[in-house]
């Protein structure tokens, strides 16, 4: 098993950050005038949208490599026009030779979503206007169960996570974190967005959610006194208007750090390749599901615009009762004797 994680310059979270914000892509084949038109499409996903380095980092590969194959395909250098005029016999036969390299339906997916953006982008900005590719419907994928954690996994996670730093107060911080996603059913960025205003937790949370669409959860003794012992440890002035989660140098905590301790609390504990923040807010849903939990009250609780969204979740508890009739019934161990 590793050592606890130090809070020294080797686990700085925000270096972490800038070092994935400082990475650019490369537009081989694109016109000087196209490659700073991407570079200001990125700069609006970083600053504007507020995407993570790693989402800034992939739409740029894939708007890169979409160019780069219309060079090859053109035989000639891609200018904004070039590419403003490319239409769906392009996108086509890209994802053709992207399905041929060997690349998932996933992968091809978010690349095309990539370059999807840069044009409807383009056409806000009054640059170009291109509807056949902004209207393109690429393959649909088939959407998979969400992938939770068992109840023992879940808790080893939480229990895990304060002894990943010699730092006290970002050993708090970590399980206070986990504690908001797993005990209140939170996307990472919703905890993460929250502030200290939010402090002393009550009995229930008010969370901006996706739309800006406010939701109320109640707070679990549990999650409260995490976040309690963390604010009381933590070394950086407290601001009523600044951020709740701080990294090591005082700014806001990045969705990144946490998917960091995740990945090392998997290698530690010896978690599912699956258990990564998303994952416990699936845990959140399924457990209570499966206590008897009335589904539209797990739908309020999760902040979904749609109950089939939250549907889903039926499709886990179904999974999982199978798979304990097959380990647990008479008749099942006889059939595969």
Known sequence: ?????????????????????????????????????????????????????????????????????????????????????????????????????????????????????????????????????????????PRGLPRPLDATDAAAA???AGAMSEEPWIAARDTAVLALLYGCGLRIGEALALDRSVLPLGDALRVSGKGRKQREVPVLPLVRDAVGEYARLCPHPARPRGPLFLGARGGRLRPEIVQARLRQLRAALGLPEHATPHALRHSFA????????????IQELLGHASLATTQRYTGVDAARLLEVYDKAHPRARAAGD
């Open 1 to 141: 098993m590793d050592g606890p994680v130090s809070g020294d310059a080797r686990h700085d979270d925000e270096a972490m950050a800038a070092a994935l914000a400082a990475m650019e892509p490369s537009f081989p084949g694109a016109a000087p005038r196209l490659e700073g038109i991407c570079r200001e499409f990125l700069a609006w996903l970083r600053h504007e949208r507020r995407a993570s380095p790693h989402t800034v980092l992939a739409y740029g590969r894939d708007v890169g490599a979409f160019i780069a194959f219309l060079c090859a395909h053109r035989g000639a250098e891609v200018d904004d026009g070039m590419i403003a005029a490319s239409g769906l016999a392009d996108l086509r036969a890209w994802l053709a030779s992207r399905h041929g390299a060997g690349l998932a339906a996933s992968s091809n997916a978010r690349a095309l979503s990539a370059v999807k953006a840069l044009h409807r982008w383009a056409a806000r900005q009054g640059i170009w206007e291109n509807l056949a590719a902004t209207g393109f419907r690429g393959p649909r994928l």
């Open 158 to 160: 939480l229990e895990g």
């Open 286 to 297: 399924t457990h209570l599901l499966a206590a008897g939990a009335d589904l539209r009250a």
